[in-house]
T-cell receptor, first 115, second 114 residues
Framework: AQSVTQLDSHVSVSEGTPVLLRCNYS??????LFWYVQHPNKGLQLLLK??????LVKGINGFEAEFKKSETSFHLTKPSAHMSDAAEYFC?????????????FGAGTRLFVKA | DADVTQTPRNRITKTGKRIMLECSQT?????MYWYRQDPGLGLRLIYY???????NKGEISDGYSVSRQAQAKFSLSLESAIPNQTALYFC?????????????FGPGTRLLVL
């Protein structure tokens, strides 16, 4: 069975410093992994996804994530935080399940960016 | 115009009332989903539909029902609302049958059950 754990419920960084949002997963097969962002009062928007191609995935707004199978991790990073990055971020795993695919959302990590 | 729209955006109702949340999409996707979001729990799947004639229960379907009126429309009903159904509800769509795919989310409906 698959699961996803976001290791931090809140992360606070200063503007211009690096961002690291951590995600670990478990999966029986070869999962696809996603990061979504949710700005206040908005729906979720896809940042990036990994689907068994290159292990380093680049997304929108300067974010990237690296799939590490040996560590079962898919951490999200950005070299320099911007105030507009303040939002909630969800790590998502999708994998084969009985009758098709099952998608599991992490609990979310809220990113605060200080001026 | 938004590709995935939800109505209403906010709703307050009383315990025992029946309410319907509606979702429409212009993306031409076959797959549609209903999720609820609660603080600290992420999103949990209520129901999903892979085409007009296909309805499937998700992780937390009890107390909810759905109707797929057309490819573009997917409604969620609470037959008799209770306070622990107070949450933020999202509709989503996706395409590409047979594999994991990106989901496109509506703006959400904030529901308060008194």
């Amino acid at each position: 069975a698959q699961s996803v754990t976001q290791l931090d419920s809140h992360v606070s960084v200063s503007e211009g410093t690096p961002v690291l949002l951590r995600c670990n997963y478990s999966s029986s097969y070869s999962p696809s992994l996603f990061w979504y962002v949710q700005h206040p009062n908005k729906g979720l928007q896809l940042l990036l996804k990994y689907t068994s191609a290159a292990t380093l995935v680049k997304g929108i707004n300067g974010f990237e994530a690296e799939f590490k199978k040996s560590e079962t991790s898919f951490h999200l990073t950005k070299p320099s935080a911007h105030m507009s990055d303040a939002a909630e971020y969800f790590c998502v795993v999708s994998d084969r399940d009985t009758g098709g695919f099952k998608t599991i959302f992490g609990a979310g990590t809220r990113l605060f960016v200080k001026a | 115009d938004a590709d995935v729209t939800q109505t209403p955006r906010n709703r307050i109702t009383k315990t025992g009332k029946r309410i319907m949340l509606e979702c429409s999409q212009t993306k031409g996707h076959d797959r549609m989903y209903w999720y609820r979001q609660d603080p600290g729990l992420g999103l949990r799947l209520i129901y999903y539909s892979f085409d007009v004639k296909d309805i499937n229960k998700g992780e937390i379907s009890d107390g909810y029902s759905v109707s797929r009126q057309a490819q573009a429309k997917f409604s969620l009903s609470l037959e008799s609302a209770i306070p622990n159904q107070t949450a933020l509800y999202f509709c989503a769509t996706s395409d590409r049958a047979g594999g994991p795919e990106t989901q496109y989310f509506g703006p959400g409906t904030r529901l308060l059950v008194l």
